[in-house]
Each structure stands twice: as C-alpha cells, then as structure tokens.
T-cell receptor, first 117, second 111 residues
Framework: DVKVTQSSRYLVKRTGEKVFLECVQD?????MFWYRQDPGLGLRLIYF???????EKGDIPEGYSVSREKKERFSLILESASTNQTSMYLC????????????????FGDGTRLSIL | GNSVTQMEGPVTLSEEAFLTINCTYT??????LFWYVQYPGEGLQLLLK?????DKGSNKGFEATYRKETTSFHLEKGSVQVSDSAVYFC??????????FGTGTQLKVEL
C-alpha cells in the first residue's frame, strides 16, 4: 500500500526556534508538496518540489524553506518559528502527470499539528 | 488560473439522509476533477475522481458527475452514515503538477 509518512503527529516548539518537519514517501513519486491547513482557509500550498534538489514556492512561502536531498524525503523548515505558524501541516506526493498537467491525484500523510508557544 | 468553489459547512444530516455537497469550478480546458475526504485526525484521502466531461466518479457509495455545461462536480450520496462524518474537499489541477483545493465542507451525521 502506498504511504506518506510524516515524522511527528504533534509537535510543540517555542518562538524563535528552528523547526524541521520531515516527510517520506515510498511510492517513488517525483512531486512532493507541503501545505498548511487552517480553519476557514482550507489547504494552502507552502512549497513543492518536482525533483531532487528542485523546489518552487507555493502561495505562502514566507517564513519557510524546504530541502529535498533524496527523492523520497521532503523537509519543511521554519527558520525562526512564530506563533502565527501554529497550524496543521500536511505533506503530499504525486507522480508526474502526462504532459506535465496535474491530473494525478496526490497522496497525503496524516499531518503534523504544530504549536508554537 | 483554475479555481474551485464549494459550499460552506458545516452540513448536519441525520443518518440515512441524502447528501449533496456543491462544487463549481473555473478551468482552462477539461482537467480531471477530484473529491478528497479528511476524517478526524487524519490527512486527506482521494475519494473519487473524473477525468473527462460526463464521467461519473464513484466510491464508497459516493458519486460525482463531471458536468461541463454547468462547470460543476457535485458530491452525492444516497444514504449517509455516522462514519461519513468528515471534511470533504473538491480539487482540480492548478498548473504544473499542483492541485487547487476548495476550502472544504464539514459533514456531521447524527443518529
């Protein structure tokens, strides 16, 4: 069965800390994504990656960075955590679609609920 | 770019009631359309999809028909159960290999 695994279900950190969220997929997918989910705002894309060492900004990249050193692993980094980054973070992966069109479904991990105090 | 609008929730129904969650879209061409479900405490799971106009996607008793005339992809189920309580997201390709998601509709099913 396909699987996207996020390293932590719950995480509590302090303001100003550097925070790492890890995501691993076992499906050999080229694309990986980080979203945050907030009540009333749905899912918002932070960053995505379509290949090793490649990354593109999503809709809300400010305050975040990412790393993809291996195909199966995509890390989200909060450089200096702030209280407004308290949220649910979701990782997803998908294969490349035909003609580069996003017609492939994404597979999600169970999420990391991050609290910044 | 492509966008999707879905009805706001929460939607509260009694068990065995009929469910409709509305979703309309704006898109270039005829992209695939998706419904995802998020059960409490979990990530999103693909519920169903349709890849072209007039296609009907179905899974677990849920159905949605890709209607290009009305640019809609409404989710329906004839008889909901308590276990269907979740948040439902409509989605479509948003450029490149990205997906654009609706804001989600929370469904609560009561006995």
């Amino acid at each position: 069965d396909v699987k996207v695994t996020q390293s932590s279900r719950y995480l509590v950190k302090r303001t100003g800390e550097k925070v790492f969220l890890e995501c691993v997929q076992d499906m050999d997918h080229e694309n990986m994504f980080w979203y945050r989910q907030d009540p009333g705002l749905g899912l918002r894309l932070i960053y995505f990656s379509y290949d090793v060492k490649m990354k593109e900004k999503g809709d809300i990249p400010e305050g975040y960075s990412v790393s993809r050193e291996k195909k199966e692993r995509f890390s989200l980094i909060l450089e200096s955590a702030s209280t407004n980054q308290t949220s649910m973070y979701l990782c997803a992966s998908s294969p490349i679609g035909q003609s580069g069109v996003g017609n492939q479904p994404q597979h999600f991990g169970d999420g990391t609920r991050l609290s910044i105090l | 770019g492509n966008s999707v609008t879905q009805m706001e929730g929460p939607v509260t129904l009694s068990e065995e009631a009929f469910l409709t969650i509305n979703c309309t879209y704006t898109a270039t061409g005829y992209p695939s359309l998706f419904w995802y479900v998020q059960y409490p405490g979990e990530g999103l799971q693909l519920l169903l999809k349709a890849t072209k106009a007039d296609d009907k996607g179905s899974n677990k008793g849920f159905e949605a028909t890709y209607r290009k005339e009305t640019t809609s992809f409404h989710l329906e189920k004839g008889s909901v159960q308590v276990s269907d309580s979740a948040v439902y997201f409509c989605a479509l390709p948003g450029g490149g290999n990205k997906l654009t998601f609706g804001t989600g509709t929370q469904l609560k099913v009561e006995l």
